[in-house]
């Protein structure tokens, strides 16, 4: 039997301000470097139709489909702002809905020479999920699927069952992704073409592929050869579907019938390791690899340096002898790793990537301004 995998990613980053130093560099805190703002207006626009889609998830459920949730720690402390999302999520039928862990802040942090930080993070994040939703993380999803081979030393030791990276063409050597791959820890990898029928080709009527419906996709699964075929799915791609095309939601919920219709199953990820046999896969022991290229997150002089610098400042908040003030300093750190800084300074508009990183970097100089300071107190 061929099986399905789907995994939704439900996150939304912090965004940065546009800083402007002041004379006297004055106290650091959150809302001196992030827009609070404009992410209470992504937030919201999100969640008119969080409960929409849960609906829609809970009907698919209803008819065979199983789903991998990976929320992150970012988007979930922003559910303050309407805590009936989590509500949502916690209702989900818990036998079809498993929630992947992943670092807390959506950061780079598997990148760094050290892999304390992220290990400390994942481990929040999957404290998190055991809070919120008295579930067990066993799934692992790395930020932008980062393919990191240190990384995996760690989260066997930490326990997980699976681990679900991106199937790039340097990894896949031109084949599709189709089966469970022998690694340190069973791995799933994303088909790429697939996915992005659905999170963005879907609502395009100009793409050969549209209409899609779910008879169609499923005919298109039940000819490929191999095991089990891995989906992972930005949740905000398909509510900006919602605003042009709801049949996304007719899709999500006939997909599990029209898929059993050809013999295939729907199933959560951790599971899909015990049901097919590991097949090697030599690349993965040599590449590394991100959803778009590793180029998208350290493809120019701007992001090394950052990623420098943001070690360095790392290294350095340990030297803050208060306490509460170490932990704040900490916590705006950690937000500035999120990966959606790093995509930023390589953005196809160059001036705009080059005034992102001269914007980041000096944010970056003002907390280490900071921490000098409270490190003398």
Not at 154 to 168: D, N, P, T
Not at 297 to 319: K, P, R, Y
Request: hydrophobic content about 40%.
């Amino acid at each position: 039997m061929k099986a399905v995998c789907v995994c939704f990613e439900v996150h939304l980053p912090l965004p940065l301000r546009w800083y402007w130093p002041q004379e006297g560099y004055g106290d650091v805190h959150i809302e001196k470097y992030f827009d609070m703002e404009k992410a209470f207006h992504n937030f919201t626009k999100l969640a008119e139709n969080v409960e929409t889609l849960n609906d829609t998830l809970a009907a698919s459920i209803e008819n065979g489909g199983k789903y991998t949730l990976d929320v992150s720690g970012v988007f979930l402390e922003q559910c303050k702002w309407s805590p009936e999302i989590i509500d949502g999520f916690r209702e989900l039928d818990p036998g079809s809905v498993s929630f992947a862990a992943s670092p807390y802040y959506h950061s780079v942090c598997s990148m760094f020479p050290d892999m304390t930080e992220f290990r400390e993070q994942v481990e929040m994040d999957r404290g998190m999920i055991k809070e919120l939703f008295g579930r067990e993380a066993r799934t692992f999803v790395n930020t932008e699927l980062l393919f990191e081979k240190r990384a995996l030393k760690v989260l066997k030791e930490m326990g997980f069952k699976c681990f679900i990276s991106e199937g790039s063409h340097n990894i896949m050597n031109g084949y599709d992704p189709m089966h469970v791959y022998d690694n340190t820890v069973p791995t799933l990898l994303r088909h790429i073409n697939l996915s992005e029928d659905l999170e963005i080709r879907f609502s395009d009527n100009a793409w050969p592929g549209y209409p899609l419906i779910a008879d169609k996709f499923a005919s298109w699964i039940a000819s490929m050869e191999g095991d089990v075929i891995t989906l992972y799915i930005k949740y905000d791609a398909i509510n900006t579907h919602l605003q042009n095309n709801k049949e996304i939601l007719r899709f999500l919920k006939e997909l599990p019938l029209s898929l059993k219709e050809k013999g295939i199953e729907m199933v959560l990820a951790e599971d899909a390791v015990d049901m097919f046999k590991s097949t090697s896969l030599s690349s993965l022991d040599s590449k590394t690899t991100a959803r778009y290229g590793m180029h998208n997150l350290l493809g120019n002089h701007a992001q090394h340096l950052f990623m420098h610098e943001l070690v360095d400042t790392g290294e350095q908040i340990g030297s803050i002898k208060d306490p509460e003030r170490r932990k704040e300093m900490l916590r705006i750190y950690r937000y500035l790793q999120q990966s959606e800084i790093f995509l930023e300074m390589n953005s196809e508009e160059r001036r705009f990537g080059y005034e992102r990183a001269v914007n980041d970097l000096s944010i970056l100089s003002d907390i280490e301004r900071a921490i000098i300071r409270e490190a003398k107190r």
